[in-house]
């Protein structure tokens, strides 16, 4: 499959307003490797490969162990390797992820209320949002894996 064109080139004011809310991430509360595991479970759901390949290695440079980013497919299986703190935001972000399914339930946001305040939860929802956009815009133009 070869890649279909280039977003940030083709349409870059788009690019530019995903960059913006990227910038945004940037300063929110969540540590490092709280975004990455975000970020890696939604790329998982949605299937983006780029994505996946670029946020385990990031995962990696901050400090995340592979054998939590192996596990990270089957957390709720391999919980003992997850805080329950983490474990809050990878629900959020498989219901937020697969909205139609049944979205962001009461159950899961009220434990989410146990470990965030509100602007926290708006930011892991953000974060959701925005890895959620990036894997349809890899996925859609068919950005490819570097080969390294």
């Given amino acids: 499959m070869s890649a279909r064109f280039n977003m940030a080139t083709t349409d870059a004011?788009?690019?530019?307003?995903?960059?913006?809310?990227?910038?945004?991430?940037?300063?929110?509360?969540?540590?490092?490797?709280?975004?990455?595991?975000?970020?890696?479970?939604?790329?998982?759901?949605?299937?983006?490969?780029?994505?996946?390949?670029?946020?385990?290695?990031?995962?990696?440079?901050?400090?995340?162990?592979?054998?939590?980013?192996?596990?990270?497919?089957?957390?709720?299986?391999?919980?003992?390797?997850?805080t329950a703190e983490e474990q809050v935001l990878l629900a959020m972000t498989e219901e937020i992820t697969l909205i139609s399914q049944k979205g962001l339930t009461e159950e899961t946001y009220q434990k989410a209320t146990q470990f965030f305040d509100e602007s926290q939860i708006a930011q892991i929802i953000m974060a959701v949002i925005a890895i959620n956009a990036w894997n349809r815009i890899g996925i859609s133009t068919h950005l490819q894996v570097p080969k390294n």
């Fill in 13 to 82: 004011a788009a690019y530019k307003a995903m960059l913006g809310l990227e910038g945004y991430l940037q300063t929110i509360s969540l540590n490092p490797i709280q975004k990455e595991l975000i970020k890696i479970r939604a790329s998982q759901i949605n299937g983006c490969a780029f994505c996946l390949d670029m946020h385990t290695k990031d995962a990696v440079k901050y400090g995340e162990t592979p054998q939590r980013i192996f596990l990270l497919n089957a957390w709720r299986e391999a919980a003992d390797f997850y």
